[in-house]
């Protein structure tokens, strides 16, 4: 059975997926959900995610939800498949490469979020931009950010010297900030930039970015 995608690409989460599915080489179907229509709150979409939030994974008679489980479960079930994005045959690699998407979830995501809302989602629906709350998390995201630059003086990525799960998370909410004005979080602090520019530059993730229009259709 072709692995089925229930999502939008606009959507980071459903684009964290996608980025880690073309890494792998792996075909799939990707089954659109019309976010502004309030699909993702409907019966059928509620039967795969009752949080009612993309995307959602089908494998066979497996059905996942939350894009951080989706992505690690595919590149340990596709482990010989594409790109090692967990360094499955190294513990300790694959230990630090567990570290480092908890610091992405726990520590990154909560300060860049707010931002790329304010920025993106809420003139969509109307409003403006709160400039408190951009404010206050830039500097969380700057404090974040100051220990990243410290650990990209050491490595090439934030596991190690290899790419993994831990730098793919980044993905999507870093592509929507590097376009707003506090794009200059990561600017100035030269190691973050040099990997920012290297990351988002693969492959995978380019093929994913040309579908990533934040847009009301």
């Known amino acids: 059975m072709v692995l089925k995608l229930y999502g939008t690409p606009m959507s ?3 684009s964290r997926v996608l980025t880690c599915l073309h890494e792998k080489s792996l075909d799939f179907e990707l089954v659109p959900v019309d976010l502004f229509a309030g699909e993702q709150k409907q019966p059928p979409f509620l039967a795969k995610n009752p949080f009612g939030q993309i995307p959602a994974l089908e494998d066979d008679d ?22 090692d994005l ?14 480092w998407t908890e610091v992405e979830s726990h520590r990154y995501n909560p300060a860049i979020a707010p931002i790329v809302y304010q920025y993106r989602v809420a003139p969509l629906l109307g409003n403006l931009p ?9 500097e969380k995201l700057g404090k974040v950010l100051d220990i990243y630059e410290a650990k990209l003086t050491s490595t090439k990525y934030l596991a190690g010297d290899f790419y993994s799960l831990a730098d793919l998370h980044h993905l999507p909410y870093t592509y929507y900030l590097m376009k707003t004005p506090a794009a200059s979080v990561v600017n100035e602090r030269p190691h973050v930039k040099a990997w920012w520019e290297d990351i988002s530059s693969r492959p995978a993730f380019k093929k994913v970015a040309e579908g990533m229009n934040f847009v009301k259709k």
């Not at 497996?62 to 790109?83: D, N």
């Open 12 to 14: 980071t989460c459903t």
């Open 62 to 83: 497996l059905t996942l939800f939350e894009s951080r489980a989706i992505t690690s479960y595919v590149a340990e079930k596709f482990k010989g498949t594409g790109y």
């Open 130 to 138: 709160d400039q408190t709350i951009i404010d206050d998390n830039v």
């Open 86 to 99: 967990i360094r499955h045959e190294n513990l300790k690699e694959a230990a630090s490469v567990k570290v």
